[in-house]
């Protein structure tokens, strides 16, 4: 049973651009979380997504992040004209029902230029 | 607000003694702590976890103590292993509602163990 895949593992951007993050959670698991780790930092709650619906985003900008699980294919996590302070890692996790343990993937280290 | 807190950036630990790593939490809402590793360039590893209806959990060499009267946990690693050395989390959730899937994390402890 495959872990959670994340793609890319590395992402560089230049400012202004849009960075699209991908999230594959673990079979069988419908619920996907998404969180943020800033340099010298723990991990920051941004999105909790189930299938078409966004369960809370209390973690996220308010403005240029979006994120979506769409029926069909990976979560994504965009970010649009990214700017310096963007640059993280990204982390997704997965769980089965919302109560069960997150698993997360390695992460998409974002570097904006 | 830093609702739960690793205090300790660093622990050096001897191969074979014990590692205890300290957790702190500032919202009695939490109803379940989990503690993840954490190695360079990849994601958390889910290690062991404790509901707050307990007051310990065991899984091999990795032990969780849960104080909620004084809202502190620990986890003990005996005997602990080079392999041992990495970045551990813990993290806590939140009862019910809508934030039952969030969870908020410490800033991580660095763990090296010796040879």
């Known amino acids: 049973n495959a872990g959670v895949m994340q793609n890319p593992r590395h992402l560089v951007r230049r400012r202004g651009q849009e960075a699209r993050l991908r999230c594959s959670p673990m079979k069988g698991h419908s619920h996907v979380y998404w969180y943020r780790q800033l340099p010298e930092e723990g991990l920051k709650f941004m999105v909790y997504?189930?299938?078409?619906?966004?369960?809370?985003e209390s973690g996220m900008p308010k403005e240029r992040f979006s994120a979506e699980f769409p029926k069909e294919g990976p979560s994504i996590l965009r970010i649009q004209q990214v700017v310096r302070g963007d640059s993280a890692a990204y982390f997704c996790a997965s769980s089965p029902r919302k109560e069960e343990t997150q698993y997360f993937g390695p992460g998409t280290r974002l570097l904006v230029l | 607000d830093q609702q739960v807190k690793q205090n300790s950036p660093s622990l050096s630990v001897q191969e074979g003694r014990i590692s205890i790593l300290n957790c702190d939490y500032t919202n009695s809402m939490f109803d379940y702590f989990l503690w993840y590793k954490k190695y360079p360039a990849e994601g958390p590893t889910f290690l062991i976890s404790?509901?707050?209806?307990?007051d310990k959990n065991e899984d091999g060499r990795f032990t969780v103590f849960l104080n909620k009267s004084a809202k502190h946990l620990s986890l003990h690693i005996v005997p602990s292993q080079p392999g041992d050395s990495a970045v551990y989390f813990c993290a806590a959730r939140l009862a019910g509602g809508t934030s039952y899937g969030k969870l908020t994390f410490g800033q991580g402890t660095i763990l090296t163990v010796h040879p």
């Open positions: 404790i509901s707050s209806i307990k």
């Open positions: 997504l189930q299938k078409e619906n966004i369960i809370d």
